[in-house]
């Protein structure tokens, strides 16, 4: 159980709650919703004791799992599937039975070996009751329904695109939550920060399915309406404008309906007071010209004044960010061309001979299983990593932008301001001020440090340094992950308006059909297409 009372959020001196209580307990399935840069990801991080709340008192009780959005620790050279074992110790157990089993087959004394196989014994008890081998069945389905495979599992962390290591962790969380097996820890809260994010359209389903049956809490932020619809019966709105949390004891589209209806009962409310207190004050200036009616005039004065502060905020439309990319620097034909590109990360083949010519003004969709090497090719074209083989060339005036799906372009230490300004160094400082303005960053959050900022920020961070270049060739590697409904039609929009050349990795099929794409290379093969609406349903399956 999470328990958090008169709690208070802060982003630098911005108050993102104020005087909350919250409580998660098993059973409960909470959509934690707002939009980007109301405070949802802070709210998970201090629910998860991964952030200090600025006040107020916050209790847990039990396990609790928690999947950051962006998650950057553990030690890289370790497998995947140790990664997921981990969760439960299995890992160790397995890597010292193994120990202890070549112990017992090469020693040659009789006393030495008799003491190898008492600790293996007591090892293999202790592996049976955290579930044993079965449980490693069960790691091994959950990770399968997530997209991880057995050739994905083998690999070490290290040589896993950003995607792939997301899913290890989730299903590292999963894993210890799940009911099968001895060792499961069903009573666990799970704090899931955009768990749909790089999963196919059947992963998203599989997860729905365990997360509507796991028995323990659960508070999740997602875009994903579908989910949200499916798997929570409670619903908390971070309400940016008033840093309150209105709570919805519902399902989601009964909270859709109510959230609706309170709407049109603030604006009723509101427009009857401030119409009596509009006549209230037009009859007090009639009457306080006139001395002897001065006090009833700003007793009338006081009256209209407490009609309307009495009254529930009506909620604001919400500021969007105004996305535009940049105009395209001037180009040769074809400013980018590849050939026999390859990548292998030890015995592990990614993809070879990948050839693309990118043409001034192209549009081009990549597509591809998880793990076939999207991002990798990405990187490999724009020169943020070495292919084995092959070649990139720049072409006349080449300028690339690229956007990376885990923010790799980010430095996390350093605040919004160093970021643009070092994307942008030759830029006016007033300009990058009036862009920063239509990303929505102004004032004191100009100086708050990238890492602190919730994933949709990072994404608006990460695309304002984009937009202050002249690129005339966009990498765009999952564009619209971690945004609202509004800033994600935004990104739509610049897409179907920038007049440069596009290569594009997302499982968005609305991205897609934005782009309106001429070509698609399909990896791992390295195959290149003309675009067909046949492949659009390929997209959310890549």
């Known amino acids: 159980m999470i328990t958090a009372n008169d709690l208070e959020l802060r982003a630098g001196s911005r108050i993102l709650l104020s005087d909350t209580a919250l409580r998660v307990q098993a059973g409960d399935r909470i959509g934690l ?39 950057r620790e553990g030690d890289l050279s370790v497998t995947a599937k140790d990664r997921v074992l981990s969760a439960r110790g299995l890992d160790d157990l397995a890597r010292k039975m193994e120990k202890a089993q070549n ?15 008492r600790k293996y014994g007591r090892l293999e008890e202790r592996f049976a009751s955290l579930g044993g081998y079965a449980a490693e069945s069960e790691a091994a389905r959950i990770c399968g329904n997530l997209g991880l495979h057995e050739r994905v599992l083998a690999q070490p962390l290290r040589t896993l695109s950003g995607g792939q290591r997301r899913r290890v962790e989730l299903a590292r969380i999963l894993f ?35 997360l509507k049956s796991h028995s323990g809490g659960l508070v999740v932020i997602s875009h994903d309406v579908e989910l949200l619809a499916d798997v929570v019966n409670k619903v908390w709105f971070l309400d940016a404008m008033r840093a309150e949390v209105d709570l919805y004891n519902m399902g989601w589209q009964r909270y859709l309906d109510a959230r609706a209806s309170d709407e049109k009962r603030r604006r009723r409310e509101r427009a009857n007071a401030e119409k009596k207190a509009s006549a209230l004050m037009a009859q007090a200036d009639k009457m306080r010209a006139k001395a002897t009616k001065a006090v009833a005039a700003q007793n009338m004065i006081k009256r209209a004044e407490r009609l309307v502060s009495g009254l529930d905020d009506v909620r604001q439309s919400d500021k ?38 990118i043409d001034r003004g192209s549009r081009v969709v ?20 070495e292919s084995d083989s092959g070649s990139v060339e720049p072409g006349h005036g080449l300028r690339i932008g690229y956007y990376a799906q885990e923010h790799e372009t980010l430095d996390h230490n350093a605040s919004v301001w160093a970021n643009v300004r070092h994307a942008a160094p030759d830029t006016p400082e007033q300009t990058l001020r009036n862009l920063l303005g239509t990303f929505l960053f102004t004032g004191e959050q100009l100086e708050q440090p990238a890492g602190t900022l919730s994933g949709g920020e990072k994404t608006r961070l990460a695309l304002a340094g984009l937009v202050s270049s002249a690129a005339n060739v966009l990498l765009l590697d999952e564009p619209t992950n971690n945004l609202d409904p509004a800033s994600r039609e ?34 791992p093969d390295g195959t290149e297409d003309h675009w067909s609406p046949d492949y659009l349903d390929l997209v959310q399956l890549a």
């Open 33 to 71: 919703v707002g939009r980007n840069g109301a405070g949802k990801t802070t709210t998970l991080r201090v629910l998860a004791g991964e952030g200090e709340p600025y006040a107020g008192d916050l209790r847990r009780s039990g396990e609790v799992g928690y999947l950051p959005q962006d998650p």
């Open 103 to 117: 112990a017992m087959a090469e020693l040659v004394d009789d006393g030495q070996r008799d003491n190898a196989v």
């Open 176 to 210: 210890a939550a799940s009911d099968a097996g001895a060792g499961g820890k069903s009573g666990t809260i799970l704090l899931l920060d955009e768990p749909t994010n790089h999963l196919d359209a059947d992963s998203i389903t599989w997860l729905r399915t365990f």
């Open 320 to 357: 969007v960010a105004k996305i535009r990319f940049p105009s395209p620097a001037p180009c040769g034909k074809t400013p980018l061309t590849a050939s026999g590109l390859a990548k292998s990360y030890g015995s592990l083949e990614v993809f070879s001979g990948v050839d693309l010519a």
């Open 366 to 385: 990549v597509l591809g299983l998880n793990g076939a090497g999207k991002t990798t090719l990405l990187r490999l074209i724009g020169s943020m990593e």
């Open 490 to 523: 935004q990104v739509l929009d610049a897409l179907r308006r920038y007049e440069g050349a596009v290569v594009l990795v997302t499982h968005d099929p609305g991205a897609v059909e934005a782009l309106e794409p001429e070509r698609v290379i399909l990896l």
